[in-house]
């Protein structure tokens, strides 16, 4: 009897044995995984704190959290790394999945780094934050449970989560990178930057030879002799067909020198000029490029079905939603 005791806790030890193994492999993936994760997303973090003065710590470890690393549906399928739902203001697009409710409606991005700069400013632009922008950059324990209280997340423990994944990757080092308005540039362009401006607008990189600027928080380059739309897309690794529908062209390859294109898509409103007073030579595309707006935007905005009809001093809105109007 006492054998058959003996042999059935040896049997418990070496299950037990697997199950911890287990446990310890699994637990190192999903460490290297978000260590992964952190290498990837940690510049763009940074930039964003020292835009909006929000711990790059924070900002990771909710992009870690809200997005399983990277993995989860949200994040591949729709570029979301921090769980944003539409909300009423959100224009963009939308995907349905389950959370609070069976069907609830989360924004869909272009790219991660809409995702996280979308995060900056629904952080920045609600009221209920606004008093977490008074503490210090350092403070990611106030941060943390600042956004429990403020509703950012239903889960009790959140704030403990995020403190603990700070704590457990030493996240903290990257707040002190803090120096607002530096720029550090990301990995979509990588070849050389610095600060000049041309016409008013911030050089973020080079690439090939050729200066990139920002506009509307996107990227784009100015057209020299020579260039072509298939030209450019190779040159900068954006496939024909994007690079046309970011710059609201669906045919004509003609293009201008001096000319903006955009190697992102356009936003759907302009973030910092609500209206607009055409001037001589403005049609509506030209209003579209240089304000970094979409073309079809812009017409809603301003009711207009097509391009065509537009005179000097005429008024323009540029950021505007009634709420009666439907996408």
Known sequence: MYAKIDKMNRKIIVIVSILL??????AQNNYELREKYIREYKNIAINEMNKYGIPASITLAQGILESGAGKSKLATKGKN???IKC????RGDKMYQKDDRLHDCFRVYDDEEDSYRDHSEFLSNKSRYASLFELEITDYKGWAKGLKKAGYATNPKYSKMLIKLIKEHDLTKYDKLYSPGKYIETELFKEGYDFASS??????GAKGG???YENNGKRFIFVVKGDTYYSLARKFNVRLGRLKK???MD?????KEGQMVYLQKKRWRSKEIKRYTVKEQDTWYSISQRFGVRLNWLLKFNRKKDAVHIKPGQKLWLNFYKPSWRR
């Open 210 to 212: 050729r200066n990139i």
């Open 246 to 248: 970011f710059n609201d």
């Open 81 to 83: 790394h921090f769980g």
């Open 251 to 255: 045919k004509s390859n003609f293009l």
């Open 21 to 26: 193994f287990s446990l310890n492999v699994l």
């Open 87 to 90: 909300h009423k203001e959100w």
């Open 199 to 204: 016409d008013g607008f911030r050089k973020v």
